[in-house]
């Protein structure tokens, strides 16, 4: 990854300015060559990301236009705050991994902000997206491009749309390029006008062109109109139109250039169509000759010194920041990860260990340094900093600070803390699927999107009419519609198995709910994980399984109870226990039955057929088969419970620290780095 710093000079700024959006384009002064060449995302740039002073804290942007063919680029950067004590430092990086922009980039005060790259679309959370009228042309614009108007057909409009009501307070604002050939007498800039009569109209913000003057006309107010002191000539033009409650004013290239007292609230709201480059009274009307770029609406008057600061910054880039050398800062970082070992039970050999973002104390840097847009050069070492753990990352989302990875760890007890390193901003590798494989995991289904399997055994499931949610585990499956569930394919279950999953339910209108069925349509042979069935008590978990024999366990407590709860049921030749958050429950059995269950199909969220239906909520699910299930007993079960339950206290991360360029190594030994 490469970066480089940006200073904005302070005597371009006026004022303080809180969340002010800034513009990093082409003629900002002294980009770095390596800028056009190092991005990666040579299509949309959105590998280039913004920091702030500390080279830590990420900034919102939007990354508008990246070419790097013709050395073109249009970033919004939302500085936290930009005064005039001191020169701003921020830092562009580049090289690493994409991420998407920040639609509250603009603040939620923003209604509308278009580029006009070609169409006028809004950059704003809001989707207020504009429609051409009558095709307009988009032509060399003051920031990239613009919208050119013949000034008698071309317009850009929206249907009424409440976030353009605008009754205390209001800012329009664009860059014109007005070259006088038209013939309407108020060629529209900006306006939102109703469909009744000429004379109802929230705004207009135009040009009166026998004065050759801007005109701001608002109805309702204690003073209707407002006319700029100066003219307009042609070329390039900031203009802004303000109404703050006290008073209209109008801004000509940053400055004030008129205002007048007036007070009161716009009542003409609920209807009317907005249009730049025209006007709605009952048709399209008053066309703006020339070009239109960087159309704003606020629903507050914005300050003089923001309006003055942003036409320094746009008016000439080159003056307003200056870059400078770029420098190369592909990093390996790390953080220890310590386990607190009065979470663990007992020793837990290839114990799996999830890391998640509610682990404790997560460094800042590992939202930005990870290089990855998938995750995957997020790696994990033992205590010795040299030994690789294998590790599956099922998510790493930088925009929303989510990750799930799960680590394989040799050996995991009470006699002290375990510390792990994290690692990443280096080489990228695949998912290692034998961290689920050595402890006899067919299926391991972690429901992001899917039920694609990652235990390596490939036994994706299809998943039936069953919901996409939030989940205990980043997300779930909602069961509740009463015809959903996940057909997992044909895989051997022997005397020897495990079900675990995670489970929520609230509901009790309907009786015997499936989780796991692994068994013939008639129930002859089956192992079950259920709950609810009024034969066994309101609520309460069963583990049930016939063949030869057949045994139930039942536990004592009510899972219906809109709590998300940890389920196990494990098969260990004849022993039969069940786990309900952890710990045993009901009274473990000792049965020798037979295995017919093994090549019956089965079901989650359902009995394989169409009968039984879950009503809940499912996460997480596994099932183990095999000699190594003898492995995962009590302490393993309770130990990974306390662990999915809440990261939060069962570990926690140290600082990050990192090795830069040429001195980068793949780990780092204890006592050396």
């Known amino acids: 990854m490469y970066r480089f710093p940006i200073t904005i000079d302070k005597t371009k700024v006026q004022g303080t300015n809180t969340n002010f959006v800034y513009l990093f384009n082409e003629l900002c002064s002294s980009i770095p060559a390596g800028f056009w060449s190092h991005v990666v995302d040579t299509t949309t740039g959105l590998d280039i990301r913004f920091f702030d002073t500390d080279g830590l804290t990420e900034l919102k942007r939007e990354i508008v236009l990246y070419n790097s063919g013709m050395s073109k680029v249009e970033a919004w950067v939302q500085i936290l705050s930009l005064g005039t004590a001191a020169n701003k430092v921020i830092y562009c990086q580049y090289g690493g991994a994409t991420r998407a922009n920040d639609t509250d980039t603009w603040i939620s005060s923003f209604k509308h902000v278009s580029h006009q790259q070609g169409n006028g679309n809004d950059s704003t959370v809001n989707g207020t997206n504009l429609s051409d009228g009558s095709s307009p042309v988009y032509d060399i614009g003051k920031i990239e491009t613009g919208v050119s108007l013949n000034g008698a057909s071309r317009y850009s409009y929206r249907d009424y749309d409440a976030d353009f009501d605008l009754p205390n307070a209001f800012t329009l604002e664009a860059w014109i390029n007005w070259d006088k050939t038209g013939t309407s007498s108020y060629p529209h800039i900006i306006s939102k006008r109703y469909d009744t009569s000429d004379g109802n109209y929230n705004f207009i913000f135009c040009i009166d062109r026998a004065s050759n003057k801007l005109f701001l006309i608002v109805n309702d107010l204690s003073t209707n109109s407002l006319l700029s002191s100066s003219t307009i000539g042609t070329g390039w033009n900031h203009v802004a139109a303000v109404y703050d409650g006290s008073s209209l004013l109008i801004y000509i290239n940053g400055a004030l250039n008129n205002s007048t007292p007036s007070t009161g609230t716009i009542t003409r709201v609920g209807s009317g169509k907005f249009g730049v480059g025209a006007g709605w009274p009952q048709s399209w009307s008053e066309f703006f000759d020339g070009i239109i770029d960087e159309v704003r609406v606020s629903s507050s008057g914005l300050l003089a010194d923001w309006i003055k600061t942003e036409y320094n910054n746009q008016n000439d880039p080159a003056t307003f920041s200056l870059c400078s050398a770029e420098e190369d800062v592909t990093r390996i970082y790390k953080f220890p990860i310590t386990i607190d070992k009065t979470k663990v039970q007992g020793t837990n050999t290839n114990f799996v260990y999830l890391f998640s973002e509610l682990c404790l104390s997560i460094p800042a840097g590992f939202w930005a340094h990870v290089k990855d847009s998938g995750g995957l050069d997020i790696s994990f070492f033992d205590t010795d900093g040299v030994t690789e753990l294998k590790r599956e990352i099922v998510l790493y989302s930088t925009g929303t600070n989510k990750v799930e990875a799960w680590v394989q760890i040799p050996s995991l007890g009470t006699a002290s803390n375990k510390i792990i390193y994290c690692q990443y901003g280096g080489a990228t590798k695949s998912n290692d699927t034998v961290i689920w494989s050595d402890i006899g995991s067919v299926v391991t289904y972690h429901y992001q999107g899917n039920a694609n399997d990652t235990s390596g055994a490939s036994h994706d499931g299809t998943v039936n009419n069953a919901t996409q949610i939030d989940g205990k585990i980043q997300k779930a499956y909602d069961f509740e519609n009463g015809n959903a569930s996940i057909t997992v394919p044909t895989f051997d279950l022997t005397n020897q198995f495990i079900y675990s999953l995670w489970m929520k339910s609230t509901d009790s209108a309907h009786d015997l709910k499936s989780l796991i069925r692994k068994g013939d349509v008639l129930g002859d042979t089956q192992a079950s994980l259920l709950y609810d069935y009024s034969g066994f008590g309101t609520g309460k978990l069963a583990f049930f399984c016939t063949g030869t024999n057949t045994l139930t366990i039942i536990s004592s407590s009510d899972v219906n109870n809109d709590v998300w709860h940890y389920v196990v049921a494990k098969r260990d030749g004849n022993v039969f226990t069940l786990y309900l958050d952890g710990v045993v429950v ?88």
């Open 586 to 673: 009901g009274t473990p059995q000792t049965v020798a039955t037979s295995t017919g269950y093994n090549s019956q199909p089965c079901a989650i969220g359902k009995y394989p057929g169409a009968s039984l239906y879950n009503y809940g909520q499912i996460d997480e699910v596994r099932i183990l088969s095999g000699v190594n299930v003898t492995n995962i007993g009590d302490d393993w079960i309770k130990t990974e419970y306390n662990n999915q339950n809440d990261p939060a206290t069962f570990s926690s991360c140290g600082s990050e620290s990192s090795i830069v360029g040429e001195e980068i190594f793949t780990v780092w030994i204890p006592g050396i780095i």
